[in-house]
């Protein structure tokens, strides 16, 4: 048990004040630079009031980077991401928990073990098999000599070839496993009174019925909390979608699409950012997310330290 004394509170709400001013410094200054001209963000010294150019720097901003479309590719993507980590984090998590066979805790382990491998690791294999999802199973019927056998028999080559470049479901599927949603549903689960599971199956419930009358309703807050992490992330990607994304018109992200705002200057041979429209554009791009975490903040911290059932 932690003793509150006056000076351990004043201690602990200045820490608490010195994060949050870090915090908020780099954003004020964003939303400074958002309000100015780009010859008065670029002068010295730097400018620390707002401007009266916010609104205008905005809508140019939005025109010029085609917000609209990508908001809604971002916003497709971001739920896709979701909802396919929530189900597999719970469908894994279920197996895992309540299912007795061997290798499970392996199986487990080896699904954990891969928070040491961010995306930037497997980038690369990772997008081969974007390129051909069905390059594994190509590769084990040649191995096999399946492929051969059949070539022969019938006079057919068996060639398979799924692209999920340029798609959503090459944005979507990569992304979906984690190990992070597995973690946290197991913990839960193992929480899960034997009383109440062999109450259900007394009841007649099977695996199915008894996950989604029982387990589901009672994750709820995990859930909440699990879906605010993954729809920031989902969101705030940019290496995967730079990488299988070309055709950007169509299936172009809001984080990618800030690029656009300050040129490549090796590549244009010069130019000036134009910092104020880029300033502005990300204060727009960080209002979905930081309206979620606002909105399931309650749900968000109750998902992580709440037991009770």
Same mark, same amino acid.
């Given at each position: 048990?932690?003793?509150?004394?006056?000076?351990?509170?004043?201690?602990?709400?200045?820490?608490?004040?010195?994060?949050? !001013?870090?915090?908020?410094?780099?954003?004020?200054?964003?939303?400074?630079a958002a309000t100015h001209t780009l010859q008065a963000v670029n002068s010295a010294?730097?400018?620390?009031?707002?401007?009266?150019?916010?609104?205008?720097?905005?809508?140019?901003?939005?025109?010029?980077?085609?917000?609209?479309?990508?908001?809604?590719? %971002? @916003?497709?993507?971001? /739920?896709?991401?979701?909802?396919?980590?929530?189900?597999?984090?719970?469908?894994?998590?279920?197996?895992i928990v309540f299912f007795n066979f061997r290798g499970r805790m392996v199986i487990?382990?080896?699904?954990?073990? /891969?928070?040491?491998?961010?995306?930037?690791?497997?980038?690369?294999?990772?997008?081969?098999?974007?390129?051909?999802?069905?390059?594994?199973?190509?590769?084990?019927?040649?191995?096999?000599?399946?492929?051969?056998?059949?070539?022969?028999?019938?006079? !057919?080559?068996?060639?398979?070839?799924?692209?999920?470049?340029?798609?959503? /479901?090459?944005?979507?599927?990569?992304?979906?496993? %984690?190990?992070?949603?597995?973690?946290?549903?197991? *913990?839960?689960?193992?929480?899960?009174?034997?009383?109440?599971?062999?109450?259900?199956?007394?009841?007649?419930?099977?695996?199915?019925?008894?996950?989604?009358?029982?387990?589901?309703?009672?994750?709820? /807050?995990?859930?909440?909390?699990?879906?605010?992490?993954?729809?920031?992330?989902?969101?705030? *990607?940019?290496?995967?979608?730079?990488?299988?994304?070309?055709?950007?018109?169509?299936?172009?992200?809001?984080?990618?699409?800030?690029?656009?705002?300050?040129?490549?200057?090796?590549? %244009?041979g010069g130019g000036t950012p134009t910092w104020h429209l880029a300033m502005a554009? %990300?204060?727009?791009? @960080?209002?979905?997310?930081?309206?979620?975490?606002?909105?399931?903040?309650?749900?968000?911290?109750?998902?992580?330290?709440?037991?009770?059932?």
């Open positions: 048990m932690i003793e509150r004394t006056p000076i351990l509170n004043f201690l602990t709400h200045l820490i608490l004040i010195s994060g949050l !001013v870090i915090i908020l410094i780099p954003i004020w200054l964003a939303f400074v010294p730097i400018e620390f009031w707002p401007g009266d150019q916010f609104f205008m720097n905005l809508r140019e901003a939005w025109t010029q980077s085609d917000f609209g479309p990508k908001f809604i590719n %971002t @916003m497709i993507v971001a /739920t896709g991401v979701v909802v396919g980590k929530i189900t597999l984090a719970c469908i894994t998590a279920f197996a487990f382990w080896m699904i954990f073990i /891969t928070l040491m491998l961010p995306l930037e690791v497997r980038i690369v294999p990772t997008y081969a098999v974007a390129a051909n999802a069905l390059s594994p199973f190509q590769t084990i019927l040649d191995a096999t000599g399946i492929s051969g056998v059949i070539a022969a028999l019938s006079g !057919v080559q068996i060639s398979l070839e799924w692209n999920l470049l340029n798609s959503y /479901t090459g944005l979507i599927l990569p992304l979906v496993a %984690t190990a992070t949603g597995t973690f946290l549903y197991r *913990q839960f689960f193992l929480t899960i009174p034997d009383d109440l599971v062999e109450a259900a199956r007394m009841d007649g419930a099977g695996p199915l019925r008894f996950l989604w009358d029982v387990l589901i309703p009672l994750s709820r /807050t995990n859930i909440a909390a699990l879906a605010t992490i993954m729809f920031v992330y989902a969101w705030n *990607q940019y290496l995967w979608p730079l990488l299988i994304i070309t055709d950007r018109t169509n299936y172009g992200m809001v984080v990618v699409q800030l690029s656009d705002l300050v040129p490549d200057q090796l590549s %244009t554009a %990300t204060l727009v791009v @960080m209002l979905p997310p930081v309206a979620v975490v606002i909105l399931m903040q309650r749900w968000f911290v109750r998902g992580l330290i709440n037991t009770d059932k």
